[in-house]
């Protein structure tokens, strides 16, 4: 996605074919200096939250907000690694949340 505040928008269209159990929704929201990113990462996972309540399909939040983030090449590996430990983490998610919701409707 261009920026995150269109990660729901995407989250929605993919829940809406129902070809997907769950989705991951990965991104890095960072203080660019226009506008606070505590409010873009709220609205990107309150979003988030409304749509996979109005279509039943769990989506799995990787959506960072690293209060210091400069695009040096020291931050950027350390994130780089760091989404790789958090991707880890939501696929053990998506994996128990999906054992939860089958035998919720079981």
Known sequence: MPGS??????????????KYASIV????VV????YR?????QT?????MRIQLDTDVPIISLVLTPQNFHEHDAHQAFFHEHFKIKGAEAAV???KTLE?????VA
């Open 31 to 34: 203080d660019g200096g226009i």
């Open 44 to 48: 990107v996972l309150d979003a988030l």
């Open 5 to 18: 505040l269109e990660i729901p928008l995407q989250a929605k269209l993919l829940a809406k074919t129902g």
């Open 25 to 28: 929704a990965a991104g890095l």
């Open 100 to 104: 939860n919701v089958r035998k919720a």
């Open 37 to 41: 990113h505590e409010f873009v990462a």
């Open 93 to 95: 998610a998506c994996v």
